[in-house]
């Protein structure tokens, strides 16, 4: 959508009349349309984009202008901005959506993000209707390290829902998240089961997750369920899979109900807190520091970054620090959402957007490598040479073209990382990239 959205844009490059302005926001009516978002907010906000492209004098700085405010204003709903704590602890929250919709990984991932800022979180399996799920949110649980209610003699998600809320009050739990069941479609036994655990629990919020992937459809349900059992809050899952991102921007103001988090991959660190004008700037692609700031600042420990830096400024990068920089950026989740926050770097950065930095074979071979090193060989690279490598080749299990390959990438790095260094950051990287 956003290539669509600068498309549009530039309809009103070279001229700066009315019919230009028309040429323009036909393009993002279509492109709008084609991202599913309502047909009755496009047209909303096309005619407010008009009028004060318009008042302003119509050129390619004030059509901008208009998209950014109108984009914004739309995504501004009153209630609530993420995570929001209830004065008496626990904080409890139900989560709710149709199965498959993301709220077991949600739920984890809301866990991770409050563990993250060093909470105290209890998470509650009651969903009972499909056998593996309580197992699902175990494996997640057990993964991020978070401490999990279950019990696999109980039949019923009320009692169940009863008995974590007792033990996250008894323990002084900052937070309860209680995972609940889904079905295919909205039926009345989920909304009366969960009517139910909401009226025994008293949640603080009810999240829905819905599923962005399901356009549309994830509005229509959204707002079945905030009439049949009420909901506070909207988290919108799958947003990487980015075909549909429009009822990112249309769910909030169709339903009337904040949208509060947007899931943006696989893996536990994928989750962000939805502020609108900071994922307006993204989807214009403009890039959004602020919100790289506060990701990385959570995740990344300033001294160690520091004494990073200054290794790297003399040349004393090594694979000890190498292995920590790996494992932090996978911290950081998914590179396709860190790159739609640095400016400029979206439309460019095809082949480094679907790194996985815990997956990739080339990571993993990576590890092997640094992991059949003997301490000393770790922290000083120089000390490669050949009967080394035949060694490491033995026990890393790759071939020694592998090794010299791996190793000379890694000069390259910590080279390029060290000119990075000298000539300023980010701005430097963006230099040599363009
Ligand atoms: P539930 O039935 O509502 O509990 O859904 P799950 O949490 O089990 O998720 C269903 C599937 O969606 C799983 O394969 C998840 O990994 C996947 N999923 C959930 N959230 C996201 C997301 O934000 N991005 C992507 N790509 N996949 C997601
Ligand atoms: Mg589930």
Request: proline fraction near 3%; aromatic fraction near 4%; hydrophobic fraction near 40%.
């Amino acid at each position: 959508i956003t290539g669509s959205i600068r498309n549009a844009v530039n309809k009103i490059r070279h001229q700066d009349d009315v019919a230009a302005l028309n040429k323009a926001t036909s393009e993002l009516k279509k492109a709008l349309l084609k991202a599913d978002v309502h047909h009755k907010t496009t047209k909303e906000l096309i005619t407010a984009i008009e009028l004060q492209t318009k008042s302003a004098g119509i050129g390619q700085d004030s059509f901008l202008k208009a998209l950014k405010s109108e984009l914004t204003n739309l995504l501004t709903t009153s209630g609530n901005q993420g995570f929001v704590f209830s004065n008496t602890p626990p904080t409890t929250i139900l989560m709710t959506g149709l199965q498959g919709s993301g709220k077991t990984t949600t739920t984890g991932k809301l866990a991770n993000y409050l563990k993250t800022r060093k909470k105290k979180v209890l998470v509650a399996a009651c969903d009972l209707q499909r056998l593996a799920a309580v197992e699902q949110l175990k494996q997640i649980a057990a993964q991020i390290d978070v401490d999990i209610y279950f019990d696999d003699n109980e039949k019923d998600p009320i009692k169940i829902a009863v008995a974590a809320k007792e033990k996250a009050t008894k323990e002084f739990y900052d937070v309860l998240l209680i995972d609940t069941a889904g079905r295919l479609a909205i039926d009345e036994e989920l909304m009366i089961q969960l009517k139910d655990i909401k009226d025994t629990i008293k949640p603080n919020e009810i999240f829905y997750v819905a599923d962005s992937l399901t356009g549309h459809d994830a509005t229509k349900t959204a707002t079945t369920f905030k009439e049949k059992i009420g909901i506070d809050g909207v988290i919108l899952s799958k947003y990487d899979g980015d075909t549909k991102g429009g009822v990112a921007l249309s769910i909030s103001h169709q339903v009337e109900v904040p949208l509060r988090f947007i899931g943006i991959g696989e893996k536990m660190p994928d989750l962000e807190v939805f502020i609108p004008d900071r994922i307006v700037s993204r989807l214009l692609g403009l890039g959004d520091i602020e919100g790289l700031a506060e990701k990385t600042s959570a995740i990344i420990d300033e001294k160690k970054a520091k004494e990073v830096t200054k290794k790297i400024k003399k040349g004393q990068f090594n694979f000890n620090d190498f292995l920590d920089q790996l494992s932090m950026m996978s911290k950081l989740g998914s590179m396709k959402s860190i790159i739609g926050m640095i400016p400029g770097l979206s439309q460019m950065a095809g082949p480094i957007k679907d790194m996985d930095f815990e997956n990739s074979a080339e990571i993993k071979r990576i590890k092997a490598l640094i992991g059949s090193m003997t301490p000393k060989e770790r922290e000083d690279p120089e000390l490669m040479n050949a009967s080394r490598k035949r060694r490491i080749a033995i026990g890393s299990g790759l071939s020694e073209v592998q090794i010299n390959k791996i190793l000379k990438q890694f000069k390259n790095a910590s080279k390029m990382a060290k000119q990075l260094s000298s000539k300023g950051g980010m701005k430097g990287l963006q230099n040599m990239l363009s």
